[in-house]
């Protein structure tokens, strides 16, 4: 991935943009610069090398920039895309890194300039962490990366972003709608951390209950781990997908429970059969 013509700048030097400002660094662009409200992560940052320059005020670094890419919550990118619209340097291509896709996405477009190319990312990778400290710059190392194009995005600049991810080191793109990205992300990442979330308040009534704990409820209970100022607004945004999803997860639950009840030996044989076949599969296909 040849990226030594472009000017690259990140909107939010967190746990993603530092973690794209480093992966970034070995594709030698031009100049990576940074947009962020603290200076000092920006002073860091420049320290760090990780950044050619940072930014308190966006409109000198999007004036020169040909890809800007957004690594803030889905509310900030959507307000950052409108507020600094007449910054942005003419044929810029703009790229998201949030959870959801169809809201902003449906947000952002009616505003945006003609001569501008909005394409949805998100790369499937993260921690626990957060901020500058937590970013790595083998973030995306073997991670999969979602792209939403529309109607209207130039094929050119959808294959740069999918480059781009490659060249970062991510081993596969995939390219969906954005309403199919919400729909299947609220199945593999919301309702597994409303689950691990739900499965740690349970405890209530167990005192000691570290002292009981294994590898399972471990396993289970990673993403509980939960950045509690973001998951509520990827919620909110993804509500109809996400809903549905805990509807499917209580109703499975639910036959689960009734078959305990009525010492359904056979059901949950045959439960559990096909949801460790089920498992199998996407182990082999990861």
């Not at 992966?23 to 420049?46: G, S």
């Not at 945004?237 to 809903?243: C, K, P």
């Amino acid at each position: 991935m040849d990226c030594t013509d472009f000017n690259i700048t990140i909107v939010g030097l967190g746990l993603i943009g530092g973690s794209f400002a480093m992966a970034l660094r070995k594709l030698n662009p031009k100049n990576i610069w940074a947009i962020d409200i603290d200076k000092e992560t920006l002073r860091v940052a420049e320290e760090m090398n990780i950044i050619d320059k940072g930014y308190l005020s966006p409109e000198i670094p999007l004036s020169n920039s040909d890809i800007v890419i957004l690594a803030v919550y889905p509310q900030k990118t959507i307000n950052f895309v409108k507020i600094n619209m007449d910054s942005f340097k003419s044929g810029a291509v703009i790229t998201d890194t949030a959870g959801i896709k169809s809201n902003l996405i449906n947000e952002i477009m009616p505003v945006l300039r003609k001569d501008l190319d909005f394409i949805g990312g998100h790369p499937m990778a993260g921690k626990e962490e957060s901020g500058l400290k937590a970013a790595s710059k083998d973030m995306f190392k073997n991670a999969n990366y979602i792209i939403t194009p529309i109607n209207g995005n130039d094929e050119e600049n959808v294959s740069l972003i999918s480059d781009i991810a490659r060249g970062m080191g991510c081993k596969r793109v995939v390219r969906l709608t954005p309403e199919e990205h919400d729909d299947i992300i609220a199945y593999t990442s919301q309702l597994p951390h409303i689950i691990a979330v739900s499965l740690i308040d349970c405890n209530s009534s167990i005192k000691g209950v570290s002292k009981f704990i294994g590898g399972g409820f471990k396993d289970t209970t990673r993403v509980a781990t939960i950045n509690g100022e973001l998951w509520p607004e990827l919620l909110m945004y993804n509500e109809e997908n996400i809903i549905s999803k805990i509807e499917d997860f209580e109703q499975n639950i639910k036959e689960i429970k009734d078959a305990i009840i009525n010492h359904d030996e056979t059901f949950l044989k045959r439960r559990f059969e096909i949801a460790t076949k089920k498992r199998k599969e996407i182990g082999q296909s990861v």
